[in-house]
């Protein structure tokens, strides 16, 4: 069996995107024909990323501008923006189509 589980804690911070990503495997690349990107797993409910409606499932391939990688790379380029900044544009793959997504930060 292949089992995750995982445990949310009350927090007096919100989470500046709110989303859980993971490195793409080989079963998603061989779909949408490339080999970098970001799998959300999943968006914490009332968070950024779900106001702008990021969907678990969405492949993110860009931010700002920035081509996606890797998981790890995702996290570090929206770490690097200045926290007075007000949004982040996020482009993703959802099924067939690609789309922009303007995630406006708290």
Do not use: C, H, W
């Amino acid at each position: 069996y292949n089992q995750s589980a995982y445990f949310f804690a009350k927090s007096k911070t919100k989470p500046r995107v709110g989303i859980k990503l993971k490195d793409i495997d080989n079963e998603i690349r061989k779909v949408i024909g490339r080999n970098g990107g970001a799998y959300v797993e999943y968006v914490i409910e009332g968070a950024s990323a779900f106001n702008a409606n990021v969907l678990s499932g969405d492949i993110l391939i860009e931010i700002n501008g920035a081509e996606v990688l890797n998981a790890v790379q995702a996290i570090n380029i929206m770490k690097a923006v200045p926290s007075n900044r007000q949004k982040m544009t996020f482009k993703v793959l959802r099924a067939t189509k690609t789309i922009y997504i303007d995630v406006k930060l708290f």
